[in-house]
């Protein structure tokens, strides 16, 4: 419990760092570049965030289990074609994003009887889901991209609600939920205890099994999600989505403060870490700076946030 309540400690500090950090760098970045602080630019800036932000926060989840995710991608990518083609056939919208969201889950939860029931590393069952997933994806949509979506759904990620995008609003629903399962439920007590120390969890009473399951079933429901929103955004299902997104979800938990080894993380930590990554994106682009060059900053900047959990776990802080 004290390990628990320290890693919880560290936490909180971790996302008071990063709200200096982006402080820091909102307003350098105000002065470099006027554009920035736009309300088209802020906008758009949502907008790009919202995705990765609610496919993170499903991969935080698995994180803090001690587990990875590396289907996120090909299963949103599901979301988005089966969605999408079954729209333009004719059935209703809510049908259609309803077998989607079911599909995703349930792929979600056979990556967790695949770790639990076949005792295959999460790595490995996850990368063999990955590869399916896309596989799936490009069978059923002849590797084309599926277009004529109705009006109503794809206008929706066009619209603002209150001067915001609604793709943001749909993710604060997201954030808001994750949080109270993370920190106000057994659940989510169970999740960190798991983490931690699984023998131990399991040895307390704790179903691990039916756990997992919810872990990955959680992961798959966020793709789910996050494949809708951006089959809304481009107005057409396409194959390719997805693609490159686990490495930006496992980036956004990583700098919010989750630790990779398991039993630590929180939900606005990796809200932090998506808009931080965002930023420096957005702003390096405004400002001109190759985009090579912004996709190597972000690559130190994970690896110096692992650095610095590797630390101070051996530390013992």
């Not at 993170?56 to 083609?85: N, P």
């Not at 399962?181 to 120390?197: E, Y």
Request: aromatic share 6%; with cysteine.
């Amino acid at each position: 419990m004290k390990k628990l309540i320290n890693k919880f400690r560290q936490g909180r500090i971790a996302e008071g760092n990063l709200i200096l950090i982006l402080l820091v760098i909102i307003i350098l970045m105000s002065i470099f570049s006027p554009k920035f602080l736009t309300a088209n630019n802020i906008r758009n800036l949502v907008r790009q965030t919202s995705i990765i932000g609610v496919v993170a926060i499903g991969m935080t989840f698995v994180i803090i289990s001690g587990g990875i995710d590396l289907s996120v991608g090909s299963i949103l990518g599901v979301a988005s074609i089966i969605s999408s083609l079954l729209m333009v056939n004719g059935v209703g919208i809510f049908l259609s994003i309803l077998i989607s969201v079911v599909v995703c889950t349930v792929l979600g939860v056979i990556n967790g009887i695949i770790v639990f029931e076949g005792k295959v590393p999460p790595f490995i069952a996850t990368l063999g889901m990955m590869t399916a997933a896309r596989g799936i994806v490009m069978l059923v949509s002849d590797a084309r991209m599926v277009a004529g979506l109705p009006k109503s759904f794809t206008n929706f990620a066009q619209n603002n609600i209150l001067g915001m995008p609604s793709l943001f609003f749909v993710w604060l629903l997201v954030i808001i939920a994750a949080y109270i399962i993370t920190t106000q439920t057994v659940t989510g007590r169970n999740l960190f205890a798991f983490g931690s120390n699984p023998e131990a969890a399991r040895l307390s009473g704790i179903n691990i099994r039916l756990l997992t399951y919810f872990i990955y079933g959680v992961s798959g429901f966020m793709c789910a999600v996050a494949g809708i929103l951006m089959t809304s955004r481009l107005s057409n299902g396409i194959p390719t989505a997805g693609t490159g997104y686990e490495l930006d979800a496992i980036a956004a938990a990583v700098v919010g403060g989750a630790s990779l080894s398991g039993g630590s993380g929180t939900i606005i930590g990796t809200v932090l870490g998506a808009l931080l990554i965002a930023i420096i994106r957005n702003g390096g682009n405004l400002l001109g700076i190759n985009p090579f060059i912004l996709q190597i900053a972000v690559g130190v900047l994970i690896v110096a946030s692992v650095m610095i959990d590797q630390k101070r776990k051996f530390s013992g802080k």
